[in-house]
T-cell receptor, first 114, second 114 residues
Framework: GNSVTQMEGPVTLSEEAFLTINCTYT??????LFWYVQYPGEGLQLLLK?????DKGSNKGFEATYRKETTSFHLEKGSVQVSDSAVYFC?????????????FGQGTILTVHP | EAQVTQNPRYLITVTGKKLTVTCSQN?????MSWYRQDPGLGLRQIYY???????DKGDVPEGYKVSRKEKRNFPLILESPSPNQTSLYFC?????????????FGQGTRLTVV
């Protein structure tokens, strides 16, 4: 079946540090890949997405590139801010019998200190 | 404003007392689903609905029921809640199950069963 594996957290950084959150996946066919962010007390919001190999999704200074050869979709940001503190989820939608289901990774808690 | 609305946001109940969590979307989306979020497990799909009167089980359906009598509403029913259903629940909607479009999430319902 489909699965998503994220790096273990939590991740604690100082403001302006470089961020990488690793994400790898297993899926049938050619999935679409997503990063969702959950701020404290809120629901999930789409951060960025990529629908085919070598696509780069970007938003709010975050980037992730769909790497089919390594089945990865790592999230990066060059300079994090305190306001980036949140839980980040990597997710995919695959074809076949998944009927449009989002398959999520475990989530990575990011805390950014001033 | 496009949104998914869940109620209640917080609920404490006792074992065996039937409860319903409501979910409503105002985007005319065909596809709706329920997830539960547990630490270290990410989000797991409980039930989904491809359209009115069309529902099916997700990965963790035991102990839950749903209905889809109208396109905008997708309530989650716990007929006899148990402590292992203590969790954070999210309702989500998408335009349709076949496209790789963004899913919109409600703000979540934190349920505690004692």
């Amino acid at each position: 079946g489909n699965s998503v594996t994220q790096m273990e957290g939590p991740v604690t950084l100082s403001e302006e540090a470089f961020l990488t959150i690793n994400c790898t996946y297993t899926a049938t066919g050619y999935p679409s890949l997503f990063w969702y962010v959950q701020y404290p007390g809120e629901g999930l919001q789409l951060l960025l997405k990529a629908t085919k190999a070598d696509d780069k999704g970007s938003n709010k200074g975050f980037e992730a590139t769909y790497r089919k050869e390594t089945t990865s979709f790592h999230l990066e940001k060059g300079s994090v801010q305190v306001s980036d503190s949140a839980v980040y989820f990597c997710a995919l939608i695959a074809g076949g019998t998944s009927y449009g289901k989002l398959t999520f990774g475990q989530g990575t808690i990011l805390t950014v200190h001033p | 404003e496009a949104q998914v609305t869940q109620n209640p946001r917080y609920l404490i109940t006792v074992t065996g007392k039937k409860l319903t969590v409501t979910c409503s979307q105002n985007m005319n989306h065909e596809y709706m689903s329920w997830y539960r979020q547990d630490p270290g497990l990410g989000l797991r799909q409980i039930y989904y609905s491809m359209n009115v009167e069309v529902t099916d089980k997700g990965d963790v359906p035991e102990g839950y029921k749903v209905s889809r009598k109208e396109k905008r509403n997708f309530p989650l029913i716990l007929e006899s809640p148990s402590p292992n259903q203590t969790s954070l629940y999210f309702c989500a909607s998408r335009i349709d199950p076949l496209s790789n479009t963004e899913a919109f999430f409600g703000q979540g319902t934190r349920l505690t069963v004692v």
